[in-house]
Every structure is written in C-alpha cells, then in structure tokens.
C-alpha cells in the first residue's frame, strides 16, 4: 500500500501519475481540509475535489482547478442579485457541494462523503480527508488575520504574511482511517505541495506527524521548489515570509524529521550536497510534470527506490 500526503494542485497530478504507474486499490491520499469553507451555504472543499478531479481526468487543465467544460450561469445570477462570488463556482461543480452540505446535513462524516463522491468518479482508490471535524488555515497580515481562501482567491496570494494558524486544531482528531493508512503503508510520501499550508495541516492534526516519523525510513518527499521558486501558487514567497529558506535545502530542513529521501529537480542538482548535509539524502530527476508520460515517470522513481 502507498500512502500520498497530499494539498491540492501538485499533488494531484502527482496522483495522477502514480495511478498510472501501480494500481488504484493499493493507493490512498489523505488530503489537506484545512482550505474548505462554508460558501452561500455550501461545504466547499477545494483540495478534496481538486484530487478527485484530476484522479478521474475531468479537471480543467488551464486553470488546474474545477471540473472541465464549465459554464458560468450561477454565478452570473449570484453577482446579478449582489452575492459574494469572489469564490468562482462553476455549475458542474456545484452540484458536488450541494451533495456534500446535504450528507453532512444528515448526519454522514466528511470521510464517508468523500468516499461516496469519489466512487461516483469510477475511482477505486481511497481518499481520505485528514480529519472530519472543523479545522481551518488561518494567515496573519497586515490587516489582520483571515481565512486562507480569503488570502489565497480573494486577495490572490500578492500580501505578506507573518504567521499561520491552524484554527480548529486541538479538537481536531484524525479521520478512523488516516493513522493506519499510514503506519501500514509499504511507501508514505510526502506529495509536492505547499509545505507549510497544505502539508503542516495534515501533520498538525494529533497523531498524524507522530504516525509519519514512525515510518520515516519508508517516507519520500518530493520538493514543491524547484530553482527557488514554486510553479504554481505561493509556497515560495510564504517559506521566505515566514522565515524558510525558499529553495530545496529549506524544504530538506523541513522534511528530514519526516523522510529519508527528498525528491529534487534537475535543476538544483548542485545543491543535492546542501540537501544530505540536512539530513536527508536527495534523488534528482525531472520533476515539473509537464506531460503524463513525465508525471508517471516521476511516480515510478518514487515507488521504486
């Protein structure tokens, strides 16, 4: 069993190239919740349905987010009257919220919806949520402090941000699967996403870092910077924010307690010396995942060292 921890857009497609490359039942994501919001009353969980999208290649592939040939019309409506659509909702997409607000009304877990929405996809892999109850980044500004979604899409990721807080944590337990997904599992790793809001949530749940460090001589982590910078979203500018050092030898730092191996790219081959000096050896290959047939290389390299 291979076990991928797991933010949003890199990891998905690191899922995507992994299923690929072994079968579907031996693999699980547990998946970050700590974006979701309540939005125009509906349950949203953007990491969750990102994963879930892409694993059953009906993503948008120019925006890496949301369902493929969407249209628009409800959220026209929504601006006509004066809502909040600050937070775009395709119409396809809807309906996955509204499935999800209407189980969770009912009494379901999170969990048990995710697995229902994801076998409605054809997916026979499990996606976790990394736990069912209310847990919620929250990042301090200038002005205060706000959601992530509120940072991340409604002031597009452009304002520092000088700490970040997990609000929810210390009743937060992990979901009845996530601990024994991990300590059973033959390979954990540590998916390229953002290290400090999607991969932190996850290891801050209680148990959950406690669980990975157990198993740190089977733990891989594949680095989300590559030459210093992240392809997609903020992790670079947030590690330097928050006092990191923006490049592959700052996310070995991070990661030496949870891996033993730290998956770089091509480009930062001259620091693979920095990286061991951190504690964890490097592997450098070709990680921008440009392609399937790059992606389910990357996937493979990682499954059989």
Request: charged share 25%.
């Amino acid at each position: 069993m291979i076990t991928v921890l797991s933010g949003g857009v890199g990891a998905a497609r690191f899922l995507r190239g992994l299923i690929d490359v072994v079968r579907h039942d031996q693999v699980t994501a547990i998946v970050n919740v700590g974006d979701d919001l309540v939005l125009n009353g509906l349950h949203v969980s953007p990491d969750l349905d990102t994963v879930t999208y892409t694993l059953a290649d009906a993503i948008d592939p120019e925006r890496g987010w949301g369902l493929d040939g969407e249209t628009w019309q409800a959220m026209e409506t929504l601006g006509r009257y004066g809502g909040p659509s600050w937070f775009s909702l395709g119409d396809r997409d809807l309906g996955t919220h509204l499935y999800r607000t209407h189980r969770l009304a009912e009494g379901a877990t999170l969990t048990e919806v995710t697995a229902e929405i994801v076998r409605a996809w054809g997916l026979d892999l499990r996606v976790l949520p990394v736990t069912d109850d209310p847990l919620r980044t929250m990042v301090s500004t200038a002005s205060g402090e706000i959601d992530f979604q509120t940072y991340f899409v409604g002031l597009q990721h452009q304002v520092p941000v000088s700490a970040v807080r997990f609000d929810g944590i210390d009743d937060a337990r992990p979901g009845p699967k996530v601990i024994a997904a991990v300590t059973d599992a033959e390979r954990v790793i540590i998916a390229p996403s953002n290290p400090l809001v999607s991969i932190d949530p996850l290891l801050a749940v209680p148990g959950v870092r406690d669980a990975v460090e157990k198993v740190r001589t089977r733990c891989v982590a594949v680095s989300p910077i590559i030459g210093g910078a992240a392809l997609k979203g903020p992790a670079d500018r947030l590690l330097r924010e928050l006092g990191h050092e923006s490049t592959v030898v700052g996310v070995a730092r991070l990661y030496a307690p949870l891996a033993t191996t730290l998956v770089i790219d091509d480009v930062d081959r001259e620091l693979a010396d920095a990286v061991r000096a951190e504690g964890i050896e490097p592997l450098v290959t070709d990680t921008v995942m440009r392609d399937p047939t790059i992606r389910a290389a990357l996937a493979r390299t990682v499954v059989d060292l």
